[in-house]
């Protein structure tokens, strides 16, 4: 197994693509200002010692250097160890809605501030299960791929606000949809995809995406938060609650009628969460008679940036000794010309 590291370092290969697009530009122009001179023929007989070649070969030289000085950068490891431990665990997909509606505090702290800290006790009880985050609204988008690094988790978790998506809404399909489509190949592992939503102002086509994950062999567990009385929601710009077109204060409600359907559809359950642990035990429970799987973990991992150092410096030091001028000692050696 092989990874990186510091992976956030190869971003610094956008570099490499942007000197090349200079040294294009450049090329291109040296060559027009060339031919304002006279002849192209007659400005070679009167260069011979000018190569074509080497100023393209010192440069691609200096382009893999970079490159392999990036890679280096990033901590290029490989798996010297699989530990004999065998751990069991299932893939979790939680989808949490992020819509205004999720400000308001029928529960508390607020439905939104709730809905974090039941995925963060989630997390708390996870040893050897997958994890990965999506946040929706009127649109939906993964947050965090699915991985066992918690810390992660916890961190993309609570970085989690309404303001992340513009359009307003509760596309509960599109969330379910992105979750389906986020677990990994392995088989015979259980695979359960959690939102965690007021339900309101459902936009449709939720019930169809559950019973396509539920044929695809995933679980649906809908989690309702807030209460059927409701409560108006907190304008942040105003300081005041939110008001619709006829200036009346709006009351955003829990539709636990839609959850209970569309967790039915996708073969799991509904949970209703408010301010007990109950819904944190009751969703635990159903999580553990999911089926788990098998599997050898990386324990030990070799640094390999020296041989990219290496590389890098093999790379750099041909492009010293490569000179810009024909050497006639290489003449006969046709890409040297």
């Excluded at 449709?204 to 559950?210: K, M, V």
Aim: net charge negative.
């Amino acid at each position: 197994m092989f990874r990186f590291e510091n992976p956030e370092y190869l971003w610094l290969l956008s570099i490499v693509i942007i000197l090349a697009l200079i040294y294009i530009a450049q090329f291109f122009k040296r060559k027009y200002n060339l031919r304002k001179f006279g002849d192209p023929i007659l400005l070679k007989q009167l260069m011979p010692d000018v190569s074509k070649w080497r100023g393209i070969i010192k440069f691609l030289l200096l382009e893999f250097a970079l490159i392999f000085m990036v890679l280096m950068l990033a901590r290029p490891q490989e798996a010297s160890q699989i530990s004999e431990e065998k751990r069991s665990g299932i893939e979790t997909m939680i989808a949490i809605d992020i819509s205004n509606s999720m400000l308001a505090q029928d529960v508390t702290p607020s439905r939104l501030d709730r809905a974090k800290m039941l995925v963060e006790g989630l997390v708390e009880n996870f040893s050897d299960d997958k994890i990965g985050l999506i946040v929706f609204a009127g649109d939906a988008f993964v947050q965090l791929p699915i991985t066992s690094d918690y810390v992660s988790a916890k961190m993309f978790l609570n970085s989690i606000e309404p303001s992340m998506i513009i359009n307003q809404g509760t596309d509960i399909a599109s969330a379910i949809n992105i979750a389906s489509h986020s677990f990994t190949q392995q088989e015979h592992v259980g695979k359960a995809i959690i939102v965690i939503t007021d339900g309101e102002d459902h936009e449709g086509g939720a019930l169809e995406a559950a019973k396509d994950a539920k044929d695809k062999g995933m679980n649906i567990y809908m989690l309702g938060i807030g209460t059927s009385k409701g409560a108006p929601i907190p304008d942040k710009e105003t300081g005041g609650y939110m008001i619709d077109r006829t200036g009346e204060t709006v009351i955003s409600r829990l539709n636990e009628d839609m959850c209970k359907e569309i967790a039915q559809a996708g073969g799991g359950v509904y949970i209703h969460v408010d301010n007990t642990s109950n819904a944190q035990q009751v969703l635990d429970n159903e999580l553990d008679k999911l089926e788990k799987s098998d599997s050898s973990v990386y324990s030990n991992y070799s640094e390999q940036f020296q041989t990219f150092g290496v590389i890098a410096l093999i790379l750099l030091l041909l492009e010293v000794i490569v000179l810009e001028r024909k050497n006639h000692l290489l003449n006969k050696i046709k890409i040297f010309k």
